[in-house]
């Protein structure tokens, strides 16, 4: 993997734009740091294999679709397929512990038939938030999120302003989804960041920068 160093959202210029929107505003929009993301494929029915995985990673496999696991240090592992999950950690470099959990995973399924692949450099994040962030969704999406539908726990995978994404509530011991982080590819996500920001503006938008 080659260690993309630039953000992708880099052209938008949040930094120098999040001084010019109000600090608190009905809907709350930002560029997510880089993460460490695992896809990892195997047979969940293979027990063994499975036992293997949880204790590379320190926490279980969600067993149901669209649901996802989480420990107390901002990891969390997405339902993806019958037979694929999503590894999202905090992306520490070379030297972090992420890069120490990828490599235990990869040890722990050597030699077995599972697939562990770092696709960090292929994904940009984007937060949204706010108060009136459902109403900007529908707009850029048909994927119901209402809170009594998309409730904590939770993940999913659609097609927002035709762009592939996956996503996510944080916060899976709140009561309700506040704020969500979506994940999409690097070369859709300043498009599609710029189609949430023009749904946004008739409520009152907050860029923020990290």
């Known amino acids: 993997m080659v260690d993309l160093d630039y953000r992708p959202l880099s052209a938008l210029a949040l930094s120098a734009r999040s001084g010019k929107t109000p600090a608190s505003a009905n809907v709350h929009l930002w560029e997510l740091p880089k993460r460490r993301m695992l896809t990892l494929r195997l047979d969940p029915s293979n027990a063994d294999l499975v036992a293997k995985a949880e204790g590379a990673l320190g926490m279980t496999l969600p067993t149901k679709p669209n649901t996802m696991t989480a420990n107390d240090r901002d990891g969390f592992v997405l339902w993806t397929s019958p037979d694929e999950f999503m590894i999202d950690l905090p992306y520490g470099g070379a030297e972090g512990s992420d890069a120490a959990t990828m490599k235990a995973l990869m040890d722990a399924l050597s030699g077995e038939f599972a697939l562990v692949a770092d696709v960090s450099d292929q994904m940009a994040g984007i937060g949204l938030g706010g108060d009136l962030w ?30 592939n994404i996956l996503f996510y509530g944080p916060d899976v011991a709140a009561e309700r989804i506040e704020h969500i982080r979506l994940y999409t590819r690097r070369s ?22 990290v």
């Open 134 to 163: 459902r109403e900007v969704w529908s707009k850029v999406c048909a994927q119901d999120v209402h809170e009594t539908v998309f409730r904590p726990g939770q993940c999913k995978q659609t097609v927002a302003a035709k762009s």
């Open 188 to 209: 859709f996500s300043q498009y599609l960041f710029a189609r949430l920001e023009d749904a946004a503006l008739e409520y009152g938008l907050s860029l923020r920068s």
